[in-house]
T-cell receptor
């Protein structure tokens, strides 16, 4: 079953703007991961944040995790046309290597 | 780094026909392997996972089966396809609580 739920479902922004998407989940987690999927392709891992971490950066990506609210956010700064894709959060539980994926946020970056 | 090969990329099959999708992994040994199905515009549904040769766990009851005849080979099969088996099938691998690596998927259409 899907534990993570992304919000919004879709997002359209101008090149250069920031894009923020959120993920909420229901149970305690070991880690939360964000993936990107370009149309018709497989998923590519972006960032993994563990339950004892609050914020992580990778290039233009910033991920936060609030375990008290059971939520995470992904911020893409200075967006580019190449950032157009669907973004998924996935939660990993302690003692369980399986991931539970949300339905994703579709981001369109307009030139 | 790990590379996942999936074939074919696209497949059109009649209802009632058999199915065999293959996934092979390079660059790692003894990986956990996963088969997911993704409906259009939706998240990923975990179908099967395997922690070793001959070890298969099914997540949802369905018309499909999986096998792992070799350490880095994972096969998804069906004896008789249904219309509801249409979708985008993704194979993934990981090593424990690490990010998953995905293949580029097979787009399966049932007519």
């Amino acid at each position: 079953s899907q534990q993570g739920e992304e919000d919004p479902q879709a997002l359209s922004i101008q090149e250069g703007e920031n894009a923020t998407m959120n993920c909420s989940y229901k149970t305690s987690i070991n880690n939360l991961q964000w993936y990107r999927q370009n149309s018709g392709r497989g998923l590519v891992h972006l960032i993994l944040i563990r339950s004892n971490e609050r914020e992580k950066h990778s290039g233009r990506l910033r991920v936060t995790l609030d375990t008290s609210k059971k939520s995470s956010s992904l911020l893409i700064t200075a967006s580019r046309a190449a950032d157009t894709a669907s973004y998924f959060c996935a939660t990993g539980l302690t003692n369980d290597y399986k991931l539970s994926f949300g339905a994703g946020t579709t981001v369109t970056v307009r030139a | 780094s790990q590379t996942i090969h999936q074939w074919p990329a696209t497949l059109v099959q009649p209802v009632g026909s058999p199915l065999s999708l293959e996934c092979t992994v390079e660059g790692t040994s003894n990986p956990n392997l996963y088969w997911y199905r993704q409906a259009a515009g939706r998240g990923l549904q975990l179908l099967f996972y395997s922690v070793g040769i001959g070890q298969i766990s099914s997540e949802v009851p369905q018309n499909l089966s999986a096998s792992r005849p070799q350490d880095r080979q994972f096969i998804l099969s069906s004896k008789k396809l249904l219309l509801s088996d249409s979708g985008f099938y993704l194979c993934a691998c990981d090593r424990g609580n690490q990010p998953q690596h995905f293949g580029d998927g097979t787009r399966l259409s049932i007519l």
